[in-house]
């Protein structure tokens, strides 16, 4: 089943390049877009007597999106991939950043304060994850291990530039394969599933804004809960601010808070500071 979604994967990305490369008329009302970014954090010491390490952090990052609007339609397709390595003194590399997120958005207008809508997104690790205690790497995820798939059918609000909000029944299909304490239904005896569907209420609410000049602040944030538990909502916060010193550098500051029960009862937040080399594709 990995192999299987690592071939839909790739077939999406390929037919999404295949539309940036296609300009003629009949699709003049495609927007591509694809910017790739390396963000570094280093510090080196040589005969430093007030101690530390030598450190080395860097992520790679990519953010494609097609859309398409005419007067009726507007579809919107994402898909973000993250991959970061830390280094101290002299332990091998870590991994700080893994994530793959894909997102895709079908909604039709007629004339009404908002529209209803279709969605899919997908969300996985981009390659094994570990936890690092005591110097010692446990694996405590992979591609599609788990992989959460979520469908939302509702009403969006997407009239302004800048900000957009939707609401809607939703569907998450959870997928493992090592890892089935993702997917595992608890009230079934001597049988631990690889499969779990879940059905609830979706809502994703996401902002840009420019703060001052050359400097651009994003958020979104997304919330699902199951109607056999409505008082427990999985949270998912991200967050940048992105300062431009000019169009191939960025300074970021990003902050990541994820709240879901099944992954821990605590919740997790990832905060990061770094200079970024930034390209744009398209």
């Known amino acids: ?81 993250a991959y970061g390595r830390t280094k101290l003194g002299g332990s091998d590399f870590k991994t700080n950043d893994n994530e793959f997120y894909m997102e895709d958005v079908l909604s039709r207008s007629f004339g009404w304060a908002v529209d209803p809508f279709i969605s899919n997104t ?57 890892f089935r304490q993702y997917s595992d239904d608890p009230n079934t005896v001597n049988k631990v599933e690889a499969f779990k569907l879940e059905t609830g209420i979706q809502s994703v609410t996401s902002g840009k804004f420019n703060v001052a000049q050359n400097l651009l602040f994003t958020s979104s944030l997304t919330l699902f809960s199951r109607f056999e538990s409505l008082d427990v909502w999985d949270v998912r916060w991200d967050n940048a601010l992105i300062a431009k010193i000019n169009d191939w550098m960025n300074v970021n500051l990003t902050y990541l808070l994820i709240y879901q029960k099944d992954q821990s009862l605590t919740t997790q937040m990832k905060e990061g500071l770094q200079i970024g080399i930034v390209y744009a594709i398209l």
């Not at 037919?15 to 699709?27: E, H």
């Not at 570990?130 to 009239?159: H, R």
């Open 1 to 81: 089943m990995k192999n299987k979604f690592q071939s839909i994967l790739i077939i999406s990305i390929i037919l999404t390049f295949q539309s940036f490369a296609q300009q003629d008329s009949t699709l003049n009302k495609w927007i591509p877009s694809a910017i790739a970014g390396l963000n570094i954090s280093q510090l080196a010491l040589s005969n430093w007597t007030q101690g530390g390490e030598n450190s080395l952090t860097w992520t790679l990052n990519g953010n494609l999106g097609l859309k398409y609007s005419s007067t009726e339609w507007i579809f919107k397709n994402s898909l973000k991939v």
């Open 122 to 178: 997908i969300r996985t690790t981009v390659t094994a994850g570990y936890n690092y205690t005591n110097n010692t790497a446990i694996e405590i995820a992979n591609f599609f291990d788990p992989g959460y798939v979520t469908q939302s059918l509702g009403f969006t609000y997407d009239k302004l530039s800048n900000f957009n909000t939707r609401l809607g029944i939703g569907f998450q299909e959870v997928f493992t394969n090592k």
